[in-house]
């Protein structure tokens, strides 16, 4: 296979390459790093709980975007970061199912942003009014949610400093796990690295009648990269670059923290807010993780893995089991950076730990049965579309890097896919390129059909050729995908369809790479949803 490397003509602008050659470079030369952070002592802070956050629809919640110092690690200075209503990351929404809320979304971040925003991409200098400082406009997405265009967050619809927006979340959808994050058009990566990211739940009875883990022994992970510098600031490069790989990992906002647990059984929403990294995830005791529902819900019946990969963006639920077990337990990752690649390459093994007491009992259960899937059959369909996702060799707009990574060689305004209200679709998505990128449509979400391999490009313009390869069979999905998605892993040389149901509003919705390092290049482009002609 031909290297990532000798696919660009621009040679060292690749992930791992850029990171070492150009780190002096980009990154603000009086600022010392500290290791990045990777000298940080693992296990030292304990795991902080996100406060809870009760929507109604009675009257807003409102939740204010702002800066503010957090510690990150017991030996780090205090770090300045953005969250919501006060925290890194935000307070985790509890709603309910079929009850919808409304949030009021208010911008009290600085005038000035706090990163470099890198003006030669679509979106930061296009629509600002000639600023002589990027500021920092922001907008709020609830990722996974069935919400109408207007509270969807449209990455053009960002506040300025000082402006807010009422958002109504209707809730009617299956209970899961969801997470509101930043999209403002081109600096996405930007700000949601400097905090702007947080979870959603929705709840319903029919899960509360499986008596899963609850109260105390739900625990939210969300686990993210970042790099620091010696004053403790985040750290990130100057300029864009495909692909950012923070040196120390954080959850719930802690790097490498600990958590103290009982020897019973434990219910954890996982999801991977980082901007770019993989990570596969086990269990250092070799014992296994019951994978119970995926982005859209639960799955049928839960699924035991010894090892989960989630890529940026996607979500796992997963319930593991302590008993039996005494000292301590390390949720460690085995996933390379950039993904795929050599094994070991770029991997931080560490995530966090967890130190295991005395025996308090355990009355909750795991059943054998969680909740019906129903099948998107194939044959309902009234739309084939066709999707490439790839690095092109121009870049109209920027001399440096000379590529964009794209979907169908089109940009965001492009639009082309118009499906009709409560039609059904199957998307194809042809991963051209060595690289993973985890594919998310907003509005819907959908059931993954099958993969299929794809053959190499001989004339090696491109990594992999658009065309099913004859004589491989497609694939199902693995049983940890099967449920409901709405990202999912698209790896190289391969092709995922996906089937989809549009239902419910009309308008213009965003389906992009999640690496928020692509989809601000623009590896995002969005359909719209019209009446039934
Ligand atoms: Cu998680 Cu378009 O977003
Ligand atoms: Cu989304
Ligand atoms: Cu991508």
């Known amino acids: 296979m031909i290297s990532r490397r000798a696919f660009l003509k621009t040679g060292a602008l690749t992930g791992a390459g850029l990171m070492a050659s150009c780190a002096e470079s980009l990154w603000s030369p009086h600022r010392t790093a500290l290791d990045e952070g990777q000298s940080l002592q693992r296990f030292v802070d304990v795991l902080p709980i996100p406060k809870t956050i009760r929507g109604t629809s009675a009257a807003a919640v409102e939740i204010v ?34 009850e919808p809320i409304t949030v009021r979304w ?19 200098h296009d629509y600002d009014d000639k600023q002589s400082h990027p500021r920092p406009r922001a907008v709020v997405h609830l990722h996974g949610g069935h919400v109408p265009p207007e509270s969807d967050g449209y990455p053009e619809a960002t506040l300025l400093p000082g402006q807010g927006v009422t958002y109504a979340y209707p809730n009617l959808q299956n209970p899961t796990t969801l997470w509101y994050h930043d999209h403002a058009l081109g600096i996405t990566r930007l700000n949601v690295y400097m905090g702007l990211a947080g979870l959603y739940l929705i709840r319903d009875p029919s899960e ?5 883990p609850q109260g105390p022994h739900e625990i939210p992970l969300v686990i993210q990269d970042r790099s620091f510098n010696k004053d403790g600031s985040l750290r990130y490069p100057d300029e864009w670059q495909e692909e950012f790989f923070g040196a120390a990992v954080l959850v719930n906002g802690k790097v490498w923290p600990y958590l103290d647990v009982q020897p019973r059984k434990y219910r954890f929403r996982i999801l991977n807010g980082s901007n770019s990294r993989t990570y596969t995830l086990a269990l250092d005791s070799g ?29 796992a639920d997963v319930v593991i089991d302590f008993s039996k077990r005494n000292g301590e337990v390390q949720l460690v990752n085995s996933a390379p950076a950039p993904f795929p690649g050599p094994p070991g390459q770029g991997v931080i093994r560490e995530i966090m730990q967890f130190r295991v007491g005395t ?34 060799d121009e870049n109209p707009k920027c001399t440096e890097p000379g590529f964009r990574w794209l979907i169908n060689r089109l940009g965001w305004d492009d639009i082309t896919e ?39 490009d001989p004339k090696r313009d491109r990594f992999f050729l658009p065309e099913t390869v004859p004589d491989s069979k497609p694939a199902p999905p693995e049983p940890n995908e099967a449920g409901w998605k709405d990202t999912f892993t698209s790896m190289p040389g391969r092709v995922t369809r996906i089937i989809a149901k549009f239902d419910s509003f009309t ?10 390092e692509h989809e601000d290049h623009e ?11």
Not at 359 to 384: C, H, W
Not at 433 to 451: A, C, G, W
Not at 523 to 533: A, C, K
Request: charged content about 20%.
């Open 65 to 98: 975007m702002s800066e503010f110092w957090q510690q990150l690690h017991r030996d780090l200075e205090s770090t300045v970061v953005w969250g919501y209503d006060g925290t890194f990351p935000g307070p985790t929404i509890d709603a309910r199912r079929n």
């Open 106 to 124: 208010v911008n009290r971040l600085p005038l000035r942003h706090r990163l470099e925003v890198d003006s030669c991409l679509h979106g930061p």
């Open 208 to 212: 509360a009648k499986l008596n899963l």
């Open 287 to 315: 014992q296994p993780l019951y994978q119970i529902g995926t982005d859209g819900g639960l799955l049928e019946e839960p699924f035991d893995v010894n090892q989960l990969t989630l890529t940026a963006g996607e979500r």
């Open 359 to 392: 025996s308090t009992g355990d009355d909750s259960s795991l059943p054998a049965r969680l909740a019906q899937v129903s099948r998107l059959r194939e044959n309902t369909a009234v739309n084939f579309r066709k999707f490439n996702l790839e690095m092109v």
């Open 418 to 456: 118009y499906p009709e209200l409560g039609s059904t679709e199957v998307w194809s998505f042809f991963n051209l390129s060595p690289d993973v990128h985890p594919i998310h449509l907003h509005l819907v979400h959908f059931q993954i059909l099958d993969h299929q391999q794809l053959l190499p």
């Open 507 to 516: 308008g213009k919705y965003p389906y992009h790479c999640h690496i928020l």
């Open 523 to 533: 590896m995002m482009r969005q359909f719209e949803v019209i009446r039934r002609r």
